[in-house]
């Protein structure tokens, strides 16, 4: 299975910043997903990644609020613009694995966001 | 739109018994692909086991398997000789086959399960 690092793995932003969470692969995939947990919750789809195309986005989020970079096939960014404490939650990527064997898909470690 | 529903948010186990959490689904699909996820404090998310809906055995994975009823949509887990590292957020999961764009895992809201000494 793929090995998924995150960067930061924390942190704590004030209000109206901006914060991009970066996710890598060790080997190249195809695509990758956004996911967010908000405290005591489950995961919710941000959007899908693809390389060389623009990222979809899940109903009720939006580009200009979650923007995505996917700039080749081991790497990608989320960034969480003008934050507010309401996006307090674990954001986790994840990526798909599926030539040559059943579907499986994996997870980073997430980065714990805490906004005040 | 698939629907995941664990009725069951919170369960406790002793050491080395067997425990069983539930797990339902809403799909017109015939063909996905059903996940358990562990997530222990730690927060990582790991796969803990994978049934195709076209097969119609259930899937085992050494101390896991799964009651897969199709018809039912229902999709069960089983811990057999539970250890205390099996304490952990449990969430199953549901997505349509993979391809065209469809790799989307829907998510339950998660059964927390404690494994007492």
């Known amino acids: 299975s793929a090995v998924i690092s995150q960067k930061p793995s924390r942190d704590i932003c004030q209000r109206g910043t901006s914060l991009t969470i970066q996710c890598q692969v060790d080997?190249?995939?195809?695509?990758m997903f956004w996911y967010r947990q908000q405290p005591g919750q489950s995961l919710t789809l941000i959007a899908t990644?693809?390389?060389?195309?623009?990222?979809?986005?899940e109903s009720g989020f939006v580009i200009d609020k979650f923007p995505i970079s996917r700039p080749n096939l081991t790497f990608s960014t989320l960034t969480v613009s003008n934050m507010s404490p309401e996006d307090s939650s674990i954001y986790l990527c994840?990526?798909?694995?599926?030539?040559?064997?059943?579907?499986?898909?994996?997870f980073g470690p997430g980065t714990r966001l805490t906004v005040t | 739109a698939q629907t995941v529903t664990q009725s069951q948010p919170e369960m406790s186990v002793q050491e080395a018994e067997t425990v069983t959490l539930s797990c339902t689904y809403d799909?017109?699909?015939?063909?996905?692909?059903l996940f358990w996820y562990k997530q222990p404090p730690s927060r990582q998310m790991i796969l803990v086991i994978r049934?195709?809906?076209?097969?119609?055995q259930n899937a085992t994975e050494n101390r896991f398997s799964v009651n897969f009823q199709k018809a039912a949509k229902s999709f069960s887990l089983k811990i057999s000789d539970s250890q205390l590292g099996d304490t952990a957020m449990y969430f199953c999961?549901?997505?349509?086959?993979?391809?065209?764009?469809?790799?989307?895992?829907?998510f339950g809201k998660g059964t927390k399960l404690t494994v007492n000494p």
């Open positions: 994840s990526v798909g694995e599926l030539a040559g064997n059943p579907y499986e898909q994996y």
């Open positions: 080997s190249q995939v195809t695509m």
């Open positions: 990644a693809n390389q060389g195309s623009e990222a979809t986005y």
């Open positions: 799909t017109s699909e015939s063909n996905y692909y």
């Open positions: 049934q195709e809906a076209y097969k119609q």
């Open positions: 999961a549901f997505m349509k086959h993979p391809g065209g764009g469809s790799e989307k895992l829907v």
